[in-house]
């Protein structure tokens, strides 16, 4: 019996441990697979990101143990963006790590690695890995300029939130990719969220699968209950209340201007009027960051890290 058939008949009349097993299930198949070679370096990179007091030299080790990391790091050094008013070759991380700039360096890194994962681009429905990791960039961008321009904080795991918040729909997309395809069909036949569509054919949804995978990594507890309670952000406890309520807002605003990748969105526009009262951020607030996201974007593109 596969798996997807194991989860459809325990839905039904199922108990919570059962759902549980469920998830850890698919837990299980993300870390036996591919997916898993980039736990070791995102979790490094989060670990320098998230330690005031990391060196450049701290960030070049976890770089230089990931080949393919080091030679977008080169490749970006000694592109034409940054290499237009400079006749240097750089060939060491070192350097170009102190060329590029730290802060730089780091949305580089976790966005080459976190890339991987939405690797292998089919389209269903409206849904694509395409879409969905352009949908998680803009995403972790708003967040991250909701806590630099709002709370005049530096959000050491807005961004990295932003960026995981959906990992549980890849892994659902890769592992049960029949039922997946059905969940996305139920959606758009009934005009419900994904959300609510998995949640009806399986008693889970994305975001707790994601929780688990994170927290499987060993990645930082806020880190882990954002994206468990990105979609329900009022359930999540007060400690990380920031930045579940954040996540949830700039997942909601993403959705509903232009970065979008289903075709429901989540339209519970009570709930993040809500969420943007807890945060005390008014609306006017996020029509500025939109135009910063999209002109991040845009520089994003021209420097090749998109």
Same mark, same amino acid.
């Not at 688990?212 to 507890?221: C, H, M, Q, R, Y």
């Given at each position: 019996m596969s798996l997807s058939t194991e989860i459809k008949e325990s839905v039904n009349g199922v108990a919570g441990e059962e759902k549980e097993d469920n998830v850890q299930h698919i837990v299980d198949m993300v870390n036996l697979s591919d997916i898993s070679s980039i736990k070791q370096s995102v979790s490094a990179i989060i670990r320098v990101i998230n330690d005031p007091g990391s060196t450049v030299k701290e960030l070049k080790e976890v770089i230089q143990l990931d080949p393919p990391l080091a030679a !977008?790091? &080169? !490749?970006?050094?000694?592109?034409?963006?940054?290499?237009?008013?400079?006749?240097?070759?750089?060939?060491?991380i070192e350097q170009a790590i102190i060329w590029i700039g730290t802060e730089i360096i780091k949305e580089l890194a976790l966005n080459q690695k976190v890339c991987e994962i939405f690797d292998r681009d089919e389209r269903i429905e409206e849904y694509s890995r395409k879409t969905l990791w352009h949908h998680s960039v803009a995403v972790a961008l708003t967040a991250k300029f909701i806590y630099r321009r709002e709370y005049g904080l530096k959000g050491e795991n807005a961004y990295a939130a932003g960026l995981l918040h959906d990992i549980g729909m890849i892994a659902e997309d890769q592992f049960l990719q029949d039922d997946f395809r059905t969940i996305l069909q139920l959606s758009k036949t009934k005009s419900i969220n994904i959300t609510s569509a998995e949640r009806e054919t399986w008693g889970f949804d994305h975001a707790q699968v994601g929780e688990?995978?994170?927290?499987?990594?060993? &990645?930082?507890?806020e880190l882990n209950t954002a994206?468990?309670?990105?979609n329900n952000p009022l359930n999540s406890c007060f400690e990380f209340s920031k930045l579940v309520y954040t996540l949830y807002v700039s997942d909601y605003f993403c959705q509903n201007n232009g970065f979008g990748f289903g075709a429901v969105p989540d339209r519970d526009r009570a709930l993040?009027?809500?969420c943007l009262r807890l945060m005390d951020v008014k609306p006017h607030a996020l029509e500025i960051i939109l135009k910063n996201v999209k002109q991040e974007i845009k520089t994003m593109q021209n420097k090749g890290l998109l």
């Open positions: !977008k790091v &080169l !490749k970006t050094a000694n592109s034409a963006y940054y290499s237009r008013s400079f006749t240097r070759t750089f060939t060491d688990a995978i994170t927290a499987s990594w060993g &990645l930082p507890e994206v468990g309670y990105h993040f009027n809500e």
